[in-house]
């Protein structure tokens, strides 16, 4: 199976992903209160989501690459940009993430967009 080259990460504030409705937040907060960091991913073509979290808007992006290499949670690891994330091929949700070599700050949330090979996203 082909793994996607690269991907955007988008860091939004956790009140941003609030404002969206259906059952994907409450899996993403129970998700949290378990202590994990991954968190939906938000798909290529899905503008109504970015738009929703328009109120606290994105606070960090950064497009990542595949490295080649599985991460310690067993999804192929991608980085770029000061991030490295290992992200979930099938579901894209982040498994682990490092932003300048630190976990994500609480309150923050990552998204997941799916870039076209060899196309950098506008920052």
């Known amino acids: 199976m082909s793994h996607p080259q690269s991907y955007e990460i988008l860091l939004v504030p956790r009140f941003a992903e609030e404002t ?6 409450s899996d993403a907060a129970e998700s949290d209160a378990a202590g994990s960091e991954a ?9 109504a989501d970015a738009e929703a ?8 992006s950064a497009v990542v690459s595949a490295t080649g290499e599985t991460g310690a949670s067993g999804y192929p ?6 991030v490295v994330a290992d992200i979930d091929p099938e579901t894209h949700a982040v498994e682990a993430l490092l932003v300048d070599g630190a976990e994500l700050s609480y309150g923050l949330s990552a998204r997941v967009k799916e870039t076209d090979a060899g196309t950098v996203a506008d920052h």
């Open 39 to 47: 968190t939906e991913p938000e798909t290529a073509g899905s503008e």
């Open 53 to 60: 979290t328009e109120p606290g808007g994105v606070v960090r």
């Open 77 to 82: 690891r991608y980085s770029g940009e000061g």
């Open 20 to 25: 969206t409705t259906g059952a994907a937040e």
